[in-house]
């Protein structure tokens, strides 16, 4: 610990004479977090809101008490996170119901990767140096990009901050520091350098230290209706010490554009484990590194024909350790290698019509206490269609590839599947902002490693999980230029997704010895709603209020002679929404976010035993601004969980009670 500090003091120390001589000679600047570099050539894609987007912004992720982009999510519909609480708890994300292994989740446009077990922890991701957030259901509104992102069933997108300086200026530097309850330290320092009038590069870094304690209200009550257990403690283990370092270099060229990438992250975590029957687990720990360098070359060659080229290559270890006496002991150390190129082409045959191919191919290597390797390729086809600006059309094609390998395993045979996807939309009245919508997609999700071959679990001869997804719907938006209303969006969709094959875990005697089976077939129906709304007050007040709420039927009908056929499955409700309410007044912020979880069930039937009742948890913030000379200066005060809710998101993983953080954010 002590030298991570040493190492997290000697690069701020070392980055703030760069700054300071940057402002020195480029005079005063304003740094906005939201704003972007100024492009020497814009390529507009005029298919892009096909099927548009749920987003977070700049002023938006800014307003919620969000520590990470697995927090900031949660307002996101369609959504369910998965959160084992605590700063360092995993927290994975679900769309749809469609299982987290269908979610892609991009950096900077590249796919973020985990062959070994499929899922993507969101918390380590900090919204330090995140400029948006994304989320596509069906996949990314435009033809232009890499063949895999054709193959999700939905997909997040995370775009960090990218420099605009204005003339004179050569750099910029943010220096933040958040303290709060679990005795959280968190400070970070970004920098961004204009290297020429082209080329720039920033580094961002950071360090997340925290105890990980917070008190929680621990209750049960038996099948009876007797209290079991009812006592307020302290939560262990769920210590938390990482750091993470990003370096990137970007240019810009006529008519095109490159960016390389470089990302580091080390932890050591603590993992509180289960509460069950008022017994706390304290022998469970982990250590993570994750690298990755990655570089995107995009340009238009004519004025028709463009190319893009992706590439990729992440290093993860895990080491993880039990040494609970209560468990067996597990000392286990993991090493993940990948290595991926993209190359997509498009070409446009008419004004309102584009072609696009591309070719992608991925590596994925596991070592240590086993071996395996695959081979995935990717080669897709789409096209795209606007008629009058109204009617708006995609399709695509995509081929999967599978080549796979594993040691002491007998060879998983070779497997394809070719996927497609029909996206639409229309505007019947031009002058009206009325638009309907609608997609068809099939999906394609390949087993992970630890599916297929972990000890005591894997089964080699799975079948990949495929999937059909329809949705229809429509956005309405309105923007008057005088009155009390300023902004209005709402937009509404219902969907229908059905999974077969789903791949499940299946108990085959002892408690810790479980198999993969292919059993799965899941009937998925809902309804998404979303609505924006922004106020013009008297006294330079603005009002900002945004609502989201979905409602999803998610049942098992693999066998009717099962007792779960047609229950709803494992922590899926019905009913779930989020409320934000923003207050602004010249220097002054007040933020109110909610989120609300309605029933669910923690095992496949629904019974009273299984039953978790809904949470909701309100967060409070008050941001205020200062403008000294040069100096941009933010303080902030959150409250989270202000109504001090005992909850849990994942059942015996209790949630903090109120807790609270104070920033301060210094930008020159």
Known sequence: MERRCRWFSFVVCAVLPFGAWGQANAGASSLDSIQTLGEVMVTANRYS?????????????????????????????????????????????????????????????????NAQNGQVDLGKFSLENIEEISLYNGQKSEIFQSAREFGSAGSIYLTTR??????????????????????????????EYKLSETVSMTFNSEWVNSSGKYKFRYKRVTPSGEVAYDTTATRQNGDIDA????????????????????????????????????????GERVWDRNSFVQGVYQQDITRKYGIKVNAKYAFDYTHYMNNDDKLMRVDNQYKQREAYIS????????????????????????SEYMSASRYTHWISAATAFSLADRLK???????????????GQAKSPNKSKVTPAVFLSYQPLKKYNWVWRAFYKQIYRMPTFNDLYYADMGNAVLKPESAT?????????????????????????????????????????????????????????????????????????????????????????????DNYYRNQIPYIPWHSGSAIL???????????????????????????????????????????????????????????????????????????????????????
């Open 393 to 407: 059309m995609q399709a695509s094609v995509l081929a999967t590839l599978v080549d796979e390998t594993a040691d």
């Open 469 to 561: 997804q329809y949705n229809v719907g429509f956005t309405y938006a309105v923007a008057p230029k005088k009155g009390f209303l300023s902004g209005f969006h709402v937009g509404a969709d219902a969907y229908y997704n059905l999974v077969n094959d789903k791949i499940i875990a299946y108990p085959k005697g002892q408690q810790f010895r479980w198999t993969m089976l292919n059993l799965g077939k899941v009937d998925i129906r809902g309804v998404d709603v979303q609505a924006t709304a922004t106020f013009r007050l008297p006294y330079e007040i603005n009002l900002m209020a945004k609502v989201q709420y979905t409602y999803q039927e998610a049942i098992d009908i693999t066998s009717p002679r």
């Open 49 to 113: 809101e096909v099927i548009p987007s749920q987003k977070l912004t700049g002023k938006e992720l800014k307003a919620l008490n969000s520590f990470s982009v697995a927090d900031a999510i949660r307002y996101f519909s369609g959504l369910q996170i998965k959160d084992y609480g605590g700063v360092g708890g995993l927290k994975t994300v679900n769309l749809r119901s469609m299982g987290t292994n269908h979610m892609g989740v991009y950096y900077n446009g590249i796919q973020l990767g």
């Open 162 to 191: 990218r420099p605009k300086f204005k003339p004179g200026e050569t750099s910029h530097l943010k220096a933040s520091l958040k303290t709060g309850s679990f005795d959280l330290i968190n400070p970070s320092v970004l920098f």
């Open 243 to 282: 750091v993470r370092f990003e370096g990137g270099l970007q240019g810009y060229l006529t008519n095109g554009f490159w960016k390389a990438y470089v990302y580091h992250y080390t932890s050591e975590r603590g993992i509180p484990g289960a509460i069950v029957n008022n017994v706390w687990r304290n």
């Open 582 to 668: 923003g207050l602004t007044y010249k220097d002054w912020g007040l933020n109110y976010s909610f989120v609300y979880v309605g029933e669910r069930y923690n095992q496949q039937e629904n019974i009273e035993y299984n039953y978790v009742q809904p949470w909701y948890t309100s967060d409070l913030s008050l941001v205020k601004t200062f403008r000294i000379k040069s100096v941009d200066l933010k303080v902030t005060a959150e409250v989270n969980n202000l109504l001090n809710q005992a909850y849990d998101v994942v059942l015996n993983y209790p949630m903090p009670m109120r807790n609270y953080r104070l920033g301060i954010a210094i930008e020159l």
């Open 343 to 366: 190359v997509a082409n498009k070409y446009s045959i008419l004004d309102n019509w584009d072609v696009s191919v591309a070719y992608d191919m991925q590596w994925n290597g596991l």
